[in-house]
């Protein structure tokens, strides 16, 4: 039974495949497309996951949307009537793309998919998220809470899992929302919202939190058990195309920062302190929902999943054992929740799920052959090496360790928006000059961004304080051991991976081998990009940002190339790509 | 030949549709969604401080026509 899940229409589309319950295909669009958090119909996503089970539309069991198109409306309109007439300049937007498409999703479906016939499913967009960690998690009974900027009307939701069966007992409504409250300090401090929030998260532990009481006394209302009501005295994100008003900005004595200014000590402080904030909010929702619910399991979803120090504090918090977050916690997760619910309602959800649907892989995304990477490097007629997998990892390994920057593309591209292994790029964590170098010279963006750490997973807790595994980077903990500054952020902090030789066997191989070598089981990992572009996709993707970068060597397949090798004309033709900053 | 002489005119067209689209949108807003507007502003109001914020969700009864309903 192949089921095909989507999402789009808001930010970051995607698409996933399922066959008898478990993910076999998924990718975001923006890595084909190259447009960043693209949000049109995921065509080309689409066909790669129906090519990739060698299947067409014809052969689709049924197809899920991640949210109730109509119920959106409802809440957009009604939205309108409460905020008449401030919200004249976002109506006339938002209008003619709704009368005009968002109102049409089922028969759009329909005419994208030629040659299905079955039935289009609508689950709710939190019960999506709630279904997208739940239902592919390893526990049979777990508490879930998922919490992002809004569905339909909720902007987060809790209950609890059992078997196949999710029971969503609550919901906050829009306008409050945690997640516009954090986009909105996004949209404050010059940041693109819907894209850059992480880097506000990544920013915060450069202040104080000397705000963080203004914004609970005056923007929000937390009660003991974490749920909240924001004051719209001060927001203008449901009628504007602004997130803050003039009265938010005289709360704080300051008008919002203009884009792609460097963040000063106001900036700082503000970061720190909404990101304080969200970490109690978190604390207090999880600390409640574990009172309630008395199950040791937790599973997280929705964009705020994804704030890795607020993750980390509630497994530091322990009182929840486990917690399980699918790595494309966000919109795009969304695709697989509404695809798995879809699964178990169709299949009856008394059904006991036996772990046949764990998600056990973020390796999801297409892949390409050797004879692929040949054709092309030899097209561009580039010198390089053919080795065998014993080969590359030592020559990476080495390279590494002489203090050379490696784009490491192999096997499957990965689900999520994290780079975990197979299209990131490598370097010395020991080298406190790598953080600047990869930042600035490499991916040119802003120096104070943090790197984060791949670690073996035996080594996790002889180098971090933390007692858990984390394959899909999604916490955030303290570093133990000194040694490694390239990746320890400011306040001694650090974004894990671990990774065991099961997960992913040669990128393991090659941390191993630098372990073997120079005694520290840790390395930058940072996602194949460019400030403002995807996560490479293909090979010609890779090679681009290679070219177009100061990377010292390109590991692709079964290929090492050397940019001292590479002519000086392709590389000043590969520099002049340009991406829209996010 | 034709195809010269459309393009100028398509893109034209395209760009009074935009401005005629804002328009229709903007008295839409004002002369059907005001009158709308001022009632629901009068008699609707936000829940109010209670020991929680959370609202009861009901319960899915009939997960297939939930499913395949868009609302």
Known sequence: MYILGLSCFYHDSAACLIKDGKVIAAAHEERFTRIRHDENFPEQTVKFCLDFAKITPKDLTAVAFYDKPFLKFERLLETYLGTWPKGILSWSKAMPVWLSKKLWIKSLIQDKLEGYEGEIYFPEHHLSHAASAFLVSPFDKAAILTIDGVGEWATAAKGYGEGAKITLTHQINFPDSLGLLYSAFTYYTGFKVNSAEYKLMGLAPYGQPKYAKLITDELIDIKLDGSFKMNMKYFAYPYGLRMTNSAFHRLFGHNPTLSGQKPADFEKNIAASIQAVTDEIMLRLTRSLYRETKLENLCLAGGVALNCVSNGKILKDGKFKNLFIQPAAGDAGGALGAAEIVYYALK??????????????????????????????????????????????????????????????????????????????????????????????????????????VVLEDKISEWFDATWTDPYMITVCQVRKKGIPAVTHVDGSARIQTVNRGQNQLYYDVINEFYRRTGVPVLINTSFNRRGEPIVCTPQNALDCFLGTNMDNLAIGSFILDKKDIPDKLIEKAGKQSFQPD | MINFIWQPIKSLLVKIGRVQTIIIMAVVYFIVIGPMAILFQIFHRRKTSGKTYWLKKDPITDMNLYLTRQF
């Open chain 1, 348 to 453: 009856g959800l008394a059904l006991p799920r036996q772990g046949q649907a764990l998600f056990n892989t973020a390796f999801l995304g297409p892949e390409y052959s050797n004879a692929e990477i040949q054709q092309l490097l030899d097209e561009y007629k580039l010198k390089y090496k053919k080795l065998t997998r014993p080969q590359i990892v030592k020559t990476t390994a080495d390279l590494i360790e002489n203090q050379k920057v490696v784009g490491w593309f192999q096997g499957r591209m990965e689900w999520g928006p994290r780079a975990l292994g197979n299209r990131s790029i490598l370097a010395d964590a020991r080298n406190p000059e790598n953080q600047k170098r990869v930042n600035l010279a490499i991916k040119f963006r802003e120096s104070f961004r943090p790197f984060a750490p």
